[in-house]
């Protein structure tokens, strides 16, 4: 059974994509509080925020509501958050999100352990200086066995943080290229463009959160075939935070990789300017459907067209065979000799050239060569 879920927002309106990963989770998302206030020092959420939050924990029947502030909350206002609201669950923004993606993702579970470990730790200095510890050792120990947890969880996302990115390195090595499709937002339809384009998970039913990390697979777009990345949407209001990073190395690694990244959602102008500035490559914005992605793959990588003359015998035929697979043949005709009109990407022409004369074969450019 669900429980009720609220979402405060602070900023005038709330994060495109939040309320799906809420509710992706598992949670009624039963109110959501939208007001245009700044943020308190102490508890975040400013006074008149705070009590009408209060307010409405206290009318909900659940024993424990979960309350999402769309912010990036610090741990000591966490602390203080939770003694206004004992009786909620409280996440902040990248809390729900970590904890959705780390119901599939391992380095995101890690890092929604670290954050709770980090508010956990807060809470204990906070007892001790405040005396509150029965005995003199009662809450350093506390303090020791949360710094010790904590350098234990470090260790661990270094670890899952290698292995997703090796994943991702190690993978599809042989291809014309590598595409990113990223969006700010909860993803779902730059997910079915990439479902479109590969083929993989022609039947899941697209939800925030998922992919939890970079999925990849390959397409076949005229000439290319490219590797194409999917990955969780962003839910941050702008930027690439720290965090997200964190809880998602493979979607990383694709980056550094990547030829193109296209994105879409909210703003996807300004995740461009973002990702420019920290990853080489082509970044551009674009609708996500598949006809978009295709045009832009197309124009990206080039093609070039080549009127292919092949003598008879085995050699040629395998050759042929192999064309089928890796050009986009328009035509096929048989005569003194064998004629293949085709599309080939630009990076794979030259190889294609020599392989065809070592058969014995010619190849020309198109351009209303017969």
Same mark, same amino acid.
């Given at each position: ?161 290698? &292995?997703?990115?090796?994943? $991702?390195?190690?993978?599809?090595? +042989?291809? *014309? /290229?590598? #595409?990113?499709? =990223? !969006? ?71 980056? &550094?990789?990547?030829?193109? $990244?296209?994105?879409?959602?909210? +703003?996807? *102008? /300004?995740? #461009?300017?973002? =990702? !420019? ?94």
């Amino acid at each position: 059974m669900s429980r009720p879920a609220v979402i405060v927002s602070q900023s005038g309106a709330v994060t495109p994509g939040l309320r799906a990963v809420v509710s992706a989770s598992g949670d009624d998302v039963v109110e959501t509080v939208t007001v245009d206030r700044r943020e308190d020092n102490r508890y975040y959420l400013s006074p008149p925020t705070l009590d009408r939050v209060e307010t409405l924990c206290d009318g909900l029947e659940a024993t424990e509501p979960r309350v999402v502030v769309d912010g990036t909350v610090h741990p000591g206002q966490m602390v203080d958050l939770g003694e206004r609201l004992p009786s909620a669950a409280l996440q902040d923004r990248r809390g729900a999100i970590l904890k959705r993606l780390g119901e599939t993702n391992p380095a995101a579970a890690t890092r929604f352990e670290l954050r709770r470990t980090r508010i956990a730790r807060r809470a204990a200095a906070r007892d001790q200086r405040d005396g509150a510890a029965d005995t003199p050792s009662g809450e350093s120990g506390r303090l020791a066995e949360h710094d010790e947890r904590r350098g234990r969880l470090r260790e661990r996302l270094d670890d899952r943080q290698r &292995e997703a990115r090796r994943r $991702v390195d190690d993978a599809y090595t +042989d291809v *014309d /290229g590598h #595409v990113v499709l =990223l !969006a700010r937002g909860d993803g779902t339809a730059a997910t079915e463009a990439w479902t479109a384009l590969t083929g993989d998970d022609a039947d899941a039913e697209p939800a925030a959160g998922r992919p939890a990390g970079a999925t990849m697979a390959t397409a076949a777009v005229g000439p290319h075939t490219v590797a194409v990345t999917d990955a969780p949407g962003v839910v941050a209001a702008d930027g690439f935070p720290a965090w997200f990073a964190d809880a998602v190395p493979g979607v990383v690694a694709a980056l &550094e990789q990547a030829d193109l $990244v296209l994105c879409s959602g909210v +703003d996807p *102008d /300004g995740l #461009v300017a973002t =990702l !420019a500035e920290r990853f080489d490559g082509t970044h551009e914005a674009v609708a996500a459907t598949p006809e978009a992605v295709r045009a832009r793959v197309t124009d990206t990588f080039g093609a070039a067209d080549y009127v292919v003359r092949l003598p008879y015998g085995d050699d040629a035929q395998a050759l042929l065979s192999e064309l089928h697979e890796s050009a986009a043949v328009a035509d096929v005709a048989y005569g003194d000799e064998v004629t293949v009109r085709l599309t080939v990407s630009r990076s794979a022409a030259e190889s294609l050239v020599r392989r065809i004369e070592a058969v014995g074969g010619t190849a020309r450019p198109a351009n209303g060569t017969d």
